[in-house]
């Protein structure tokens, strides 16, 4: 089993416990350190820096006595998904109900429309419905001066 499988089944718990969902662990070497990088989630909202910062004292925590980490020294990052992140399961359709979101289908030309709901299989948009197995990518576009009417 690889380092970052090992990794995210060690932390996936204690994540799990905060409220949180484990997204993926990536580990990347930086000179004579790794990078450990931790992206958490949320199932309806995103985590708060506060809470972002109690998730990594507990990974910390965790990692200080974890062996396989080495004698390597490495520096741990505990974040959130970006906003450009792509949209690939349901609870990221649904947790951005009311945003705009760019669709790539696999068949057609790339549009726009704002996410009304979605399902396991599916989101309803302004402008149509999609299956997300029909979609090749997604990402949210970023509106500055739009009143969110959530």
């Known amino acids: 089993m690889s380092l970052v499988n090992n990794l995210t089944e060690l932390l996936s ?52 006595n974890y062996s396989q980490l080495g004698d390597l020294p490495f520096t741990l990052e505990v974040t959130t998904p970006g906003v450009d992140r792509p949209l690939t399961v349901p609870r990221h359709w649904r947790k951005n109900v009311g945003r705009l979101v760019k669709i790539t289908p696999n068949e057609g030309e790339p549009f726009i429309s704002r996410i009304t709901s979605a399902t396991d299989e599916s989101a309803t948009l302004e402008s149509r419905e999609i299956r997300f197995s029909d979609v090749k990518r997604a990402v949210i576009e970023i509106e500055f001066n739009r009143k969110d009417p959530r």
Not at 14 to 37: D, H, M, Q, S, W
Not at 38 to 49: A, F, K, T
Request: hydrophobic share 40%; no cysteine; glycine share 6%.
């Open 13 to 64: 718990p204690a994540i799990k416990n905060a409220g949180f969902i484990l997204e993926e662990v990536k580990v990347t070497p930086a000179g004579k350190r790794r990078i450990v990088a931790v992206i958490i989630d949320g199932q309806e909202r995103n985590p708060s820096l506060d809470e972002v910062t109690v998730v990594s004292r507990k990974v910390s925590d965790i990692l200080e």
